[in-house]
């Protein structure tokens, strides 16, 4: 059975960083594409990052420049650094192919940023 475990999520100030790990188990995920989604109250799930099976990565422009997606295959994992966090960053944080799959989603991990 296929799950994603989101960690590192936390409270922070702006300005600060929080790194976001997603350990997957059941599949690997070499040769998948991957992605961060985030999810604010009152809105929609969006992706926030995205990186291809081979590495190469995109970005949601309000992430562009501060975050960077990662992957380790060997460990199956899925890593989001983010820099210069702002107060609209909060939302919960998950991992999930690209395109995603519905079954897939986990608890995702609060980040919360204070001003």
């Known amino acids: 059975q296929v799950q994603l475990v989101e960690s590192g999520g936390g409270l922070v100030q702006a300005g600060g960083s929080l790194r976001l790990s997603c350990i997957v188990s059941?599949?690997?995920?070499?040769?998948?594409?991957m992605a961060w989604y985030r999810q604010a109250p009152g809105k929609q799930r969006e992706s926030v990052a995205t990186i291809r099976y081979y590495g190469g990565t995109n970005y949601a422009d309000s992430a562009k420049g501060r975050f960077t997606i990662s992957r380790d295959n060997a460990k199956n994992t899925l890593y989001l650094q983010m820099n210069s966090l702002k107060p609209e960053d909060t939302a919960v944080y998950y991992c999930?192919?690209?395109?995603?799959?519905?079954?897939?989603w986990g608890q995702g991990t609060q980040v919360t940023v204070s001003s």
């Open positions: 999930n192919q690209n395109p995603p799959f519905g079954r897939y």
């Open positions: 059941g599949t690997r995920i070499s040769g998948r594409d």
